[in-house]
């Protein structure tokens, strides 16, 4: 059994272990539209030692409980460059920071801070006949002050399954080029101080999109998010839903482009 897939298992057991200890928690639930619109610039860095670089824009947009405009308020924005490494056959390895500049949006309970995150990342992939399945496991450690201005620092594991269709092209001379449909679920673990919070789920999220090229060197992502969040009182889950949308310009052509990695999600 691989690594990945033994990770992915201890993680749908701690997660199963912790919502079995919380059933008869009084837990309220709130539903907040958002959108996540992406864009990212990947290039070569040294192909002897399979090195390659990537840098992600993200601005992130949300309504609250009462409105339904997904786009009412800037939630966050983020620049997030990455180093990869892909010597090996079906394994891709990736360190990244994040620096995320987060916007108070009061109707919604959130507060303005600035997190760091550094972030160690492994994806494995599988090619089948018409499309590819890929496990991908995530550590990252998030830097902020709370709302008090308590400084914290959080270790977070995340764990992603996702699957890519390869869309057939029936025109010789098609609009987009090379299709796909893809979707991904991720569950989300934090590892906080007691004094800030006493649970360790944090978001289970799932991803449905279409994405093709436009050229070789310029793809994009179309699709939809839902993702349910425990806020830190323990108490009370958000759900976030609403569009996603992405763009990739890669600096040596590819015949086609899965967003594997792609960072959807409010927060």
């Known amino acids: 059994m691989s690594i990945f897939k033994k990770s992915f298992i201890i993680l749908f057991c701690i997660i199963t272990v912790q919502l079995l200890k919380a059933q008869d928690a009084p837990y309220s639930m709130g539903f907040i539209p958002a959108s996540i619109e992406e864009g990212d610039i990947a290039f070569p860095i040294y192909d002897k030692w399979h090195l390659s670089g990537q840098v992600d824009f993200q601005l992130v947009t949300q309504g609250a409980y009462t409105n339904g405009n997904p786009f009412e308020y800037t939630q966050r924005v983020v620049v997030r460059p990455w180093i990869m490494y892909s010597g090996?056959?079906?394994?891709?390895?990736?360190?990244?920071?994040?620096?995320?500049?987060?916007?108070?949006?009061e109707e919604a309970?959130?507060?303005?801070?600035?997190?760091?995150?550094?972030?160690?990342?492994?994806?494995?992939?599988?090619?089948?006949?018409k499309g590819s399945i890929f496990e991908q496991v995530r550590f990252e450690t998030k830097f902020f002050d709370d709302r008090n201005g308590v400084p914290q620092t959080i270790p977070r594991l995340r764990a992603r399954f996702g699957v890519n269709h390869f869309l057939r092209q029936t025109k010789e001379k098609p609009i987009f080029l090379a299709p796909n449909l893809g979707y991904y679920t991720e569950l989300m673990l934090k590892f906080a101080s007691k004094d800030y919070a006493d649970e360790h789920f944090d978001i289970f999220r799932l991803s449905v999109y279409y994405s093709a090229g436009i050229t070789p060197n310029l793809h994009f992502l179309a699709g939809i998010i839902g993702q349910m969040q425990l806020r830190t009182n323990g108490t009370q889950f958000d759900v976030y839903y609403g569009p996603m949308v992405s763009v990739k310009y890669s600096i040596r052509p590819k015949e086609r482009e899965t967003f594997d990695s792609v960072d959807g999600g409010a927060d």
Do not use: C
């Open 88 to 105: 090996f056959k079906k394994v891709k390895l990736w360190l990244g920071y994040a620096h995320n500049q987060k916007y108070a949006v």
């Open 109 to 129: 309970g959130n507060y303005e801070t600035l997190e760091n995150r550094l972030i160690v990342m492994g994806t494995f992939s599988q090619d089948m006949p």
